[in-house]
């Protein structure tokens, strides 16, 4: 019987055919693991082995190609906290056969028998696969478990809200809590409204000193302000859009009692109610940034690409004639990619430009964020980028709507977003502004194309 399997029965009195063994069985369990069991040890183990193995490979192989042909399932199923938890047990269950398996298939080897000169190599072959697995291993167990918990922590439980006349409308803020100020403010205020069959974008932008907003008739602030936010005063210095938020959280929390429940705040959503007044469009979710805090997450994200259109400085101060002094560096003219800080410095800085150059600038950080972070980037950084966005980003969009988006994403790269800013380069002044126009802008700019005829 000996003479027939030389693999299972060898002569142990020779070194070569023990050596060419040997590597034959390494080499099998780094590619194969459970084959070296099949072949030279104990069957029953080795079955084990290699159909764990081919379990993995397919699941592998099923979720590489939900990936590149079906990614808004991928992503759906791949963000769900049961599968991240699932694929954490499976990654533990499979190292640890791993080890077992690449333990038994060196006792196997019987390395005392190989050639002298080999031992070395086939031995470093073993404990080198067993570490570069194990590390992968451990560190896909480390990126599941953060992922897990950065997606419960960002992404709300909420219900999945249809998408309204054909379009999910998401509002966009950018929120100032710098040491200078006393809470946050959202000093950037946009909406995205995206198609739902295509994903064509428009945005619009809404500048943080409109006055006189209107609310629509089921808000609980439109019988407070019946004639529009501030025409007869209201409770904090300045009756801007962006103080809607910081009136609300600090004296009228109350009239949003279920605000928490839905992962939102009261200032949020009276926000929300605003826009939905200025624009006449129904707002589905919200996303908020604090600009502040952005820089860990820009950094995370691996920087951001923006068009710089002007000169501008990093850091310092300037004279009694408002001539820049003790600046540290400038962000020049032209496609800069920035990290954090150079973000931060970009979207914040006031010198030698208007309050809405200084708010588009901030939208542009912040749509610049927002295509940094789609899927593909945010996966294969995640563990980063969980830490720094469960700090700097909240949401009501529930994880279940997390594919839908991924893929509205995907195809609204085909084509051009669309700008709108409510500013008095467009005829909108936003001390006196004409909401009929602004709402007629929106219904052109989001009325669906004509049939081809």
């Known amino acids: 019987m000996s003479a027939t399997n030389p693999v299972r029965y060898p002569d142990t009195n020779a070194p070569e055919l023990m050596t060419k063994r040997a590597w034959w069985l390494v080499v099998l369990n780094v590619l194969i693991p459970g084959s070296a069991q099949l072949l030279a040890g104990n069957r029953r183990l080795g079955r084990f082995g290699v159909a764990s193995t081919f ?11 939900l990936f590149f042909f079906a990614q808004s399932v991928f992503v759906t199923i791949a963000t769900h906290w049961l599968t991240l938890w699932l694929v954490q047990a499976a990654i533990v269950f499979y190292l640890a056969l791993w ?58 439980d909420g219900q999945v809200e249809p998408p309204v006349d ?82 609300v959280e600090l004296y009228s929390a109350d009239l949003y009692p279920d605000a928490a429940a839905g992962g939102s705040r009261p200032g949020i959503e009276a926000t929300r109610d605003a826009v939905e007044g200025v624009l006449g469009l129904t707002i589905q979710y ?62 914040r800085s006031r010198h030698g430009t208007s309050d809405y150059d200084r708010m588009s600038r901030q939208r542009e950080v912040q749509e610049a964020i927002l295509r940094q972070a789609e899927p593909t980037n945010v996966l ?17 969009i529930p994880q279940t709507m997390l594919g839908v988006f991924s893929q509205l994403a995907l195809k609204a790269r085909e084509f051009p977003v669309t700008d709108i800013d409510f500013v008095p380069a467009s005829g909108i002044e936003p001390e006196d502004p004409d909401y009929a126009y602004i709402r007629e802008l929106v219904v052109g700019a989001t009325a669906p194309p004509p049939a081809d005829e």
């Open 55 to 65: 379990v993995l490979w397919g699941l592998a192989i099923i979720g590489a190609a």
């Open 99 to 156: 080890v077992v398996l690449t333990l038994d298939t060196m006792r196997l080897v019987r390395l005392v028998r190989v050639d002298r000169a080999a031992r070395g190599f086939v031995a470093g072959l073993a404990i080198v696969a067993l570490a570069v697995v194990g590390g992968v291993g451990a560190y896909g167990v480390v990126v599941a478990g953060a992922t897990r918990d950065a997606v419960g922590i960002v992404f709300a």
């Open 166 to 247: 054909g379009r999910y409308n998401i509002m966009l803020l950018g929120g100032d809590a710098g040491p200078d100020r006393d809470g946050l403010r959202p000093d950037s205020i946009s909406v995205a409204s995206i198609d739902a069959e295509t994903g064509q974008t428009v945005i619009f932008g809404i500048p943080r000193n409109l006055e006189y907003v209107p609310f629509q008739a089921d808000s609980p602030l439109a019988a407070q302000y019946p004639s529009g936010y501030g025409w007869d005063g209201c409770a904090v210095d300045v009756c801007y859009i962006n103080s809607i938020y910081t009136e």
């Open 286 to 347: 919200y996303v908020l940034i604090d600009m502040y805090g952005f820089a860990q997450l820009i950094d995370a994200l691996g920087g951001i690409d923006i068009d710089v259109q002007e000169r501008l400085p990093i850091g310092g101060g300037e004279d009694e004639y408002g001539n820049p002094v003790d600046v540290g560096a400038w962000i020049e003219p032209g496609v800069q990619h920035m990290d954090g800080n150079t973000a931060l410095w970009y979207a």
């Open 380 to 396: 294969s950084k995640f563990q980063a980028v969980a830490q720094a966005g469960s700090q700097v980003v909240s949401t009501d």
